[in-house]
């Protein structure tokens, strides 16, 4: 297989916001799919560890945001536990990005805002599904979606108090690309007072 350039001190941004724009905007002109898919870990007080994937809806130099229900396994650790890690891996250009930092939810008219443009179906459901609660089957659920959408039917939906909005602002990024034998390339880079401080890991 063909390994892409190698990843230097010398080649590489010096603000990882940049250079994982550079990254996400190649993965969204080469892949079909869905290139803001993420894998989100979250962690319990007691150290107890979840991971999923979902769906990052915007990022900036203030971080990097996704929506969910508060109610959810994930809100309910992030409430004990303010803090997470993001992994991208996208094998097919051989890279991966980690990132870790605290997490806190946006401002409610932020998640406002994206609420209203989310397909109706989407808004609906936001409302139907107590996410990650036990159901008894699937018709539990179609039954509370059929409800919800009658109920919804021609009508704008209001954003349920309980979906919304997290901002993960990185304190540590690590940017991966895959090398010949296995010797990978690990660029990382940690949040100081005196801004990032960039580094090479081992492989």
Partial sequence: MAFPELLSENNISKNPFVQFNIWFEERSRSYTGEPNAVSLATASSEGRVSVRT????????KGFVFYTNYNSKKGEQLNENPSAALLFY???SGRQIRIEGPVGRVPADVSDKYFQVRPHGSQVSAIASDQSSVIPNRKYLEDLYSFHSERFAGKSVERPTHWGGYLLTPSWFEFWQEGEHRLHDR???SRTSKGWKIE???P
């Fill in 54 to 61: 979902v769906l990052i809806k915007e990022y900036d130099e």
């Fill in 90 to 92: 996208w094998p097919e």
């Fill in 187 to 189: 660029i990382t880079y």
């Fill in 200 to 202: 090479r890991l081992a």
